[in-house]
């Protein structure tokens, strides 16, 4: 039926296939984030071993605290859940000792801070308006300008232009009649 699902026995496929779906991961985590406004926190480690952390609306100790308050009959057990809980504890503790987003050794904790990115994204929506507003005054018909002011900065802008195309023009004339002199020259010798 489907395909069978078997570790990856060459190194180099198997970090391509992690990177990947790593990538893959982390945004189907974030969408579930966005979109549904939940806590989510995913921990795992590349082949190599590097440590990957992703949290949102929360900071992963938050969240397994959380899960692991949560009464027995409302969540699947672990095998020794007194060891879950002491290393929640220890996870809290350490948090509040060090900063959660800095690197430690080899380890890379990723932290998406959905709210910047959110800010982000409507910095370059901003942007993008006041660029297409730009681009609307030379891509709108003369039929649709509104008001005599309009019409007056539209043709000192269409005049300057005009200026500038008459030089061009006459710097290349300049040159084309230079380039035939020079042929006219060596044609002569």
């Given at each position: 039926?489907?395909?069978?699902?078997?570790?990856?026995?060459?190194?180099?496929?198997?970090?391509?296939?992690?990177?990947?779906?790593?990538?893959?991961?982390?945004?189907?985590?974030?969408?579930?984030?966005?979109?549904?406004?939940?806590?989510?926190a995913l921990?795992?480690?590349?082949?190599?071993?590097?440590?990957?952390?992703?949290?949102?609306?929360?900071?992963?100790?938050?969240?397994?605290?959380?899960?692991?308050?949560?009464?027995?009959?409302?969540?699947?057990?672990?095998?020794?859940?007194?060891?879950?809980?002491?290393?929640?504890?220890?996870?809290?503790?350490?948090?509040?000792?060090?900063?959660?987003?800095?690197?430690?050794?080899?380890?890379?904790?990723?932290?998406?801070?959905?709210?910047?990115?959110?800010?982000?994204?409507?910095?370059?929506?901003?942007?993008?308006?006041?660029?297409?507003?730009?681009?609307?005054?030379?891509?709108?018909?003369?039929n649709k300008?509104?008001?005599?002011?309009?019409?007056?900065?539209?043709?000192?802008?269409?005049?300057?232009?005009?200026?500038?195309?008459?030089?061009?023009?006459?710097?290349?004339?300049?040159?084309?009649?230079?380039?035939?002199?020079?042929?006219?020259?060596?044609?002569?010798?």
């Amino acid at each position: 039926m489907g395909r069978q699902m078997k570790k990856i026995e060459d190194k180099q496929q198997r970090n391509i296939a992690f990177a990947k779906r790593k990538n893959g991961l982390l945004k189907k985590a974030y969408e579930l984030y966005a979109l549904c406004d939940v806590h989510v926190a995913l921990i795992f480690f590349s082949p190599s071993g590097k440590l990957f952390v992703f949290n949102a609306k929360g900071s992963v100790e938050e969240i397994i605290h959380k899960y692991v308050s949560l009464p027995t009959y409302m969540r699947q057990r672990f095998k020794d859940e007194t060891i879950v809980k002491a290393l929640v504890d220890q996870m809290l503790q350490d948090s509040m000792r060090t900063n959660s987003r800095e690197s430690r050794g080899d380890a890379v904790r990723y932290q998406i801070q959905p709210k910047a990115i959110e800010d982000e994204i409507e910095k370059y929506k901003a942007e993008l308006a006041e660029v297409d507003r730009k681009l609307d005054c030379y891509l709108k018909s003369p039929n649709k300008w509104d008001s005599l002011a309009e019409l007056q900065s539209r043709m000192e802008k269409i005049g300057t232009a005009k200026v500038k195309v008459q030089s061009r023009k006459r710097e290349l004339l300049s040159q084309n009649q230079s380039a035939n002199a020079s042929l006219e020259n060596s044609s002569v010798e």
